[in-house]
């Protein structure tokens, strides 16, 4: 899927269709479904990168080096769904125009505050990351437009949540949330909000 059909019918396009590019642009990268342990020896041989597709691969960390890293300081997508990724990739949060992140599927598990420190980001995808908990640092994503975190195993969302002043989706569905900060109604951008499959208590 193209990063805009990534939540479909909800009519919120999770990244501009033109901003993105087509397939076989110059600074766009497809290594999606190749069983890739590693990215490095490839960003030994691209120029800038401003999109990464990497899905379904066997990665467990994007490069980290300084000069690969340098490769993708304007990278404004970075899709690596379905691979074993334990942690925000740094590429992301050292990235100046980063606008979307695609996590889904991975074993992230927990999250920092540092971890967040996204301010250009849009959209961000963490379904199925076995994750329990979201730090107040969320509030730090001041640009984000679609958060969802499906079938994973919050217990609870921080009052922080209410500081995305431009979320306009929010999927939490198929967690272990007992109730709601009532704070969310903060959130006048707010258009899709789904907490279907939880333990909400009436």
């Known amino acids: 899927n193209t990063a805009h059909e990534l939540i479909p019918n909800e009519g919120l396009p999770l990244f501009p269709k033109d901003q993105l590019g087509s397939t076989g642009v110059q600074g766009r990268l497809d290594v999606r479904g190749m069983r890739l342990k590693s990215l490095d ?5 691209v120029g800038a990168v401003d999109t990464l597709w990497g899905c379904d691969n066997l990665i467990s960390n994007l490069p980290t080096q300084a000069d690969h ?3 993708a300081k304007r990278v404004k997508a970075i899709a690596v769904a379905g691979c074993q990724l334990s942690r925000v990739p740094d590429m992301a949060m050292k990235s100046a125009n980063i606008q979307l992140v695609d996590l889904r599927n991975n074993v992230i598990q927990t999250l920092s505050d540092e971890q ?3 301010p250009t980001l849009r959209s961000l995808l963490l379904d199925e990351c076995q994750i329990h908990l979201l730090p107040s640092g969320i509030s730090q994503l001041s640009n984000l437009t679609v958060l969802s975190m499906q079938q994973n195993g919050l217990i609870r969302l921080p009052q922080q949540v209410s500081a995305l002043g431009c979320l306009q989706l929010l999927k939490v569905n ?3 949330l007992g109730e709601i900060c009532p704070q969310i109604g903060s959130c006048k951008k707010l258009k899709v909000l789904d907490v279907s499959y939880n333990m909400l208590q009436r």
């Not at 020896?41 to 041989?45: G, Q, W």
Request: avoid cysteine; proline fraction near 0%.
């Open 116 to 118: 967040l420190r996204m």
């Open 174 to 176: 198929h967690n272990a």
């Open 69 to 71: 890293i340098s490769k």
């Open 41 to 45: 020896a490839i960003f030994d041989d």
